[in-house]
Nanobody, 115 residues
Framework: QVQLVESGGGLVQPGGSLRLSCAASARIFSIYVLGWYRQAPGKQRELVAIIDSAGRTNYADSVKGRFTISRDNAKNTVYLQMNSLKPEDTAIYYC?????????WGQGTQVTVSS
């Protein structure tokens, strides 16, 4: 069993930045594909960014050029740096760790972009 704990959410003005962190309890953290997802009110959960065990990344078109996902295997942590935030980025952000058929989710952290 892997536990994921997100932090770093909050209220930010449009154009601002936030950095989300997700700490994992996995013994072999480096093997997992890690992702950030988000769910806005009334909408389905969507993929924001993903990073595999080799460090390759992929992003949703809506966040390309603004968000950066990274991982620190020594700290069992994955990050999401969010810049140039927009009101439409408002959502609950969830961390995910996947290995083969196994999936783990964090409890989510709220990000609100508003003036």
């Amino acid at each position: 069993q892997v536990q994921l704990v997100e932090s770093g959410g909050g209220l930010v003005q449009p154009g601002g930045s936030l950095r989300l962190s997700c700490a994992a309890s996995a013994r072999i953290f480096s093997i997992y594909v890690l992702g950030w997802y988000r769910q806005a009110p009334g909408k389905q959960r969507e993929l924001v960014a993903i990073i595999d065990s080799a460090g390759r990344t992929n992003y949703a078109d809506s966040v390309k050029g603004r968000f950066t996902i990274s991982r620190d295997n020594a700290k069992n942590t994955v990050y999401l740096q969010m810049n140039s935030l927009k009101p439409e980025d408002t959502a609950i952000y969830y961390c995910n760790a996947a290995f083969r058929a196994t999936n783990y989710w964090g409890q989510g952290t709220q990000v609100t972009v508003s003036s």
